[in-house]
């Protein structure tokens, strides 16, 4: 079963920057794309960035480009995910998962908080 564990979120005042991590277990971790979500506060899941499994190609949702860059060490199992310049509306819960995924369907690790605030 995978296991997906988020860390390196914390307090950042708007225009820092942050790196959050997700190690992952349990897969063939190098043949599988993966993303990033958030969720704030009193709102749904969001989707924010995927990776292909090559580092090929990446996706972002609107809101992040140009900010935000997806990337992963496939001989380490891990995925980051880099936010730059960063704003109060980014204050959410951030987690890992696979693409096309929602609360249902999927398995989640606990998350890490980015709170963005002055």
């Known amino acids: 079963q995978v296991q997906l564990v988020e860390s390196g979120g914390g307090l950042v005042q708007p225009g820092g920057s942050l790196r959050v991590s997700c190690a992952v277990s349990?897969?063939?971790?190098?043949?599988?794309?993966m993303a990033w979500y958030r969720q704030a506060p009193g709102k749904g899941l969001e989707w924010v960035s995927s990776?292909?499994?090559?580092?090929?190609?990446?996706w972002y949702v609107d809101s992040v480009k140009g900010r935000f860059t997806i990337s992963r060490d496939n001989a380490k199992r891990m995925v980051y995910l880099q936010m730059n310049n960063l704003e109060p509306e980014d204050t959410a819960v951030y987690y890992c998962n696979f693409p096309g995924r929602s609360w249902d369907n999927a398995n989640w690790g606990q998350g890490t908080q980015v709170t963005v605030s002055a």
């Open positions: 349990g897969i063939w971790f190098s043949i599988k794309a």
């Open positions: 990776i292909s499994a090559d580092s090929g190609t990446t």
